[in-house]
């Protein structure tokens, strides 16, 4: 990835080929992305968050000194590449389920610079939609040092950029890798009153977790392929009958469906990220991918039979990654809602 | 690549009626408009954007010819008479075809002179297509065809056709299928036009051929090599299929959004149709990237599927949602019915999601 590039050096109808598909540099560098979460973040150490021991930050510095959380920052703060190739490497981060809060700071720190204030892309950072309830519930707050609140003011938005006074942590979590939490806040870091709307300033935000949700869904709908081709019945593998094929056909097409929203929600926030169109492909992003995350963990719970019911499986990790992460910064069917409304908007 | 657009617009702007947006229903229909728009498109290089001029192009790189295109279904201009022509047929000779048969055939077919029947499915050889039965000898005077096709598209009104025959009894049954150009006037041909069930459902027809002698010189391709000439000639129609859903997406939620709100409880579904319409393009685009950048691309395998369904849904939701209970709800309607047609042909959308388990994930062969 070359610094701070934004160049749409080719493509047509103003997306550029290199937001569409990774070039080979991205690609390298989500490969490695993926190789190292992976031997880091083994199933078994997932399954044991889960069943009650401490969370730890332990990985978290060697992501940071991967570059992971530079990308797309702009050039000052030693940023590379475009938030089109972050939206590419959050989809590794997700199919990882990793239990370290990186989509959530990248979501909060491109939050930040979206409203103009200076994020700290090395610590973790929560994101959370102020809406006026308190206590304050955050999610995959555990370990962030700071929170950026984000609520309507108006005609325009409020991001306040608050320390994290104190913290509690209910044992209970849907998914315990990212596990809800009730803050305390403290000091003002920074904050600001942008007259971009609230679904604005969110929009880089929503496309990187709807990458991190596409990422859930891509490794679901691998591994339930290699369970249809591995478990056989009646003599021949369940994949080979047509009421599991065509499932599986189904969730391929809103995997991609979701995918291309993503990349072209990205496109449009580097290419243009005040167009009236770009914040649409947010809102449309982030709801494609929360749906397939769903769809796609319970497709594989479903084909998996009993054994998808198991603590031992990994498919309730990925189910629990999915919904919890799902609603976050907007669930499916508001965010369709919200589209629908703004299309409608332009005809009145 | 503004410099191409902006000639383009020009074209449209000088060739379309000045009222052409506000009247867009009605010249939908109208086939002297379209008939002149699609000899005027290959007069001026606008038909196949991406061939060379004397085959109604501009040899414009794969990028530019798409945003032609692209700009074509923003402006939705009119639909050619006989779309397999274009979107089949002359990609079928481009490949396949003799320097004769290119000739002969490309001009008049570009120019929308000369229509074309698909002679593809049978009444028992549906989406089995490779199971057809319709028999080509060869003999003296040429290769004698008998057997009967049903669903051709535009039959009656068709000059010529490609007709996929068996020619190799004994052989696997993807291998012993050749393509004929066949003369519709041939002596031996009944066509009976098939009643369709509204006004917007393109006509099809039964053909029957009675030992119809068709010259030697009329096969397309190889002897026994014509599924390789049905595979690749819908290949051509790739970047076509998304752009005409992209287009028939906006097309049918036009209604919807006109009516400025909608209830709350269906505003989901229409924001995920809004959605499916941005993923049609954004999908396409990608593919385009794939293969622009030589990349593998197995996007298209879905794009017919993505499409056709979601058209479906869209137009219906136009119905119910649009629709008053009256008579003016008829073109709804139609084309409510309109959108059914294109999950069933050129592949019904089971045989798309067999497609895709098998090519696409890698799974075994159904059954």
Redesign the interface.
């Known amino acids: 990835m070359s610094e701070g590039v934004t160049t749409a050096s080719?493509?047509?109808?103003g997306?550029a080929?290199e937001h569409?598909?990774p070039g080979d540099e991205v690609r390298e560098f989500a490969a490695t992305v993926r190789a190292r979460l992976t031997s880091h973040h083994p199933t078994t150490a997932l399954l044991r968050l889960t069943e009650g021991a401490e969370p730890t930050l332990e990985g978290w510095d060697d992501l940071v000194a991967l570059g992971i959380l530079s990308i797309g920052l702009p050039e000052e703060l030693d940023g590379l590449g475009t938030l089109a190739d972050l939206a590419i490497v959050t989809e590794e981060v997700g199919r990882s389920l990793v239990p370290l809060p990186v989509t959530t700071t990248a979501a909060a720190v491109h939050t930040l610079i979206r409203a103009g204030l200076e994020p700290d892309p090395t610590a973790p950072t929560a994101l959370a939609v102020d809406g006026g309830a308190r206590p304050l519930r955050i999610f995959d707050g555990l370990f962030a040092g700071t929170v950026v609140l984000v609520s309507s003011d108006g005609d325009g938005t409020m991001i306040r950029h608050l320390a994290v006074a104190d913290r509690t942590t209910p044992s209970s979590q849907i998914d315990a890798t990212r596990p809800t939490v009730t803050i305390e806040p403290g000091d003002v870091v920074a904050e600001v009153r942008v007259g971009a709307t609230f679904d604005e300033v969110l929009g880089p935000a929503r496309v990187v977790v709807a990458a991190d949700l596409v990422g859930v869904a891509d490794l679901a709908l691998e591994m339930t392929?290699a369970h249809?081709?591995d478990r056989h019945q009646f003599g021949?593998?369940i994949?080979?009958?047509?009421g599991?094929?065509?499932q599986?056909?189904?969730a391929?097409?809103a995997l991609?469906?979701?995918r291309?929203?993503v990349?072209?929600a990205a496109s449009a926030l580097v290419t243009g990220p005040d167009a009236h169109e770009t914040v649409?492909?947010t809102l449309?992003a982030k709801?494609?991918a929360s749906e397939v995350a769903v769809s796609a963990t319970a497709l594989r719970t479903q084909l998996l039979g009993a054994m998808g019911l198991t603590f031992e499986s990994d498919n309730h990790l990925s189910l629990r990654r999915a919904r919890a992460t799902a609603p976050f910064l907007g669930k499916a069917?508001d965010?369709?809602?919200?589209?629908?409304?703004l299309?409608?908007e332009?005809?009145? | 690549?503004s410099g191409i657009l902006n000639e383009y617009r020009a074209f449209l702007d000088r060739v379309l009626p000045a009222d052409y947006d506000e009247r867009y229903h009605e010249y939908r229909h109208d086939e002297e408009l379209r008939t002149a728009f699609q000899a005027a498109c290959f007069d001026h290089g606008w038909l196949v954007p991406e061939w060379p001029p004397e085959l109604g192009g501009h040899s414009l790189p794969l990028?530019?010819a798409?945003?032609v295109r692209?700009e074509g279904a923003r402006r939705r201009v009119p639909r050619y008479m006989n779309i397999q022509s274009v979107g089949v047929v002359a990609p079928a000779l481009r490949v396949f075809g003799t320097p004769e048969q290119q000739e002969k055939y490309l001009r008049p077919t570009l120019r929308g002179e000369a229509w074309w029947a698909l002679g593809m499915s049978e009444p028992d050889a549906g989406s089995d297509l490779a199971s057809l039965r319709t028999t080509a000898v060869l003999a003296d005077r040429g290769f004698v065809v008998n057997g009967q096709k049903v669903w051709t598209t535009q039959a009656d009104r068709s000059r010529w056709c490609t007709l996929y025959v068996r020619t190799d009894p004994e052989a696997p049954k993807h291998r012993g299928i050749s393509c004929l150009i066949v003369d519709m006037d041939s002596p031996g041909i009944t066509i009976r036009p098939i009643r369709t069930a509204g006004p917007t459902i393109d006509d099809f027809c039964e053909v029957f051929f009675d030992d119809v002698v068709v010259p030697s010189e009329s096969l397309l391709g190889e002897l026994n090599g014509g599924w390789k000439v049905a595979m690749a000639s819908l290949e051509h129609e790739r970047d076509m299929i998304w752009i005409n859903n992209w287009m028939e997406m906006r097309r049918a939620l036009e209604p919807v959004?006109?009516?400025?709100?909608?209830p709350?409880h269906r505003?989901?579904d229409?924001?995920?149709l809004?959605?499916?319409m941005?993923?049609i393009?954004?999908?396409g685009?990608?593919s385009?990237?794939?293969r622009?950048?030589s990349?593998p691309d197995p996007?298209p395998g879905?794009m017919k599927?993505?499409g056709s369904e979601a058209v479906k849904v869209a137009a219906a939701l136009a119905l119910d949602l649009a629709g008053n209970g009256d008579p003016s709800d008829v073109r709804l309607f139609d084309e409510s019915l309109e959108s059914m047609a294109a999950t069933i042909y050129g592949g019904t959308s089971?045989i798309?999601?067999?497609i895709?388990?098998?090519r696409?994930?890698?799974?075994?062969?159904?059954?």
């Open positions: 080719s493509g047509v109808d997306v080929w569409l598909i392929v249809a081709l021949r593998p994949g080979s009958f047509q599991v094929m065509h599986l056909a189904d391929h097409v991609e469906r979701a291309s929203l990349r072209g649409r492909l449309l709801a494609a069917a965010l369709y809602a919200r589209v629908a409304a299309y409608l332009d005809r009145e | 690549m990028p530019e798409l945003a692209i959004l006109r009516m400025g709100e909608v709350q505003a989901v229409l924001g995920r809004l959605g499916d941005e993923a393009r954004l999908t685009l990608r385009v990237a794939n622009t950048l990349r996007l879905i599927l993505f089971e798309q999601r067999n895709i388990a098998e696409i994930l890698g799974l075994p062969k159904g059954g």
